[in-house]
């Protein structure tokens, strides 16, 4: 059984970063990026916040999207040369 929840969910990854403060281990699998966070309390209780509409600070979560990006692009050149 994994240790781990994985998303290749950007906006969600986001949202649980947000909520736990966790950075997730990325994981490039042939060109598609995956989001991993430790399976624990935390991150379920971000996820039932995602998805019950959650409040948030609109400038925090977009800067967390840019950046979650970002390391997917790094990943994937990296993983080209």
Known sequence: MSKFYSTMDVYL???IYLHTGILPDLLNNNG???FNFPL???VFEAIREYDAGMVL???????????????IF?????EQH
């Open 13 to 15: 990854a986001s949202i």
């Open 32 to 34: 598609r990026v995956s």
């Open 40 to 42: 624990n309390e935390k």
């Open 57 to 71: 600070v609109a400038n925090r979560f977009v800067h967390t999207i840019k950046y979650f990006k970002g390391q």
């Open 74 to 78: 790094q990943i994937k050149e990296l």
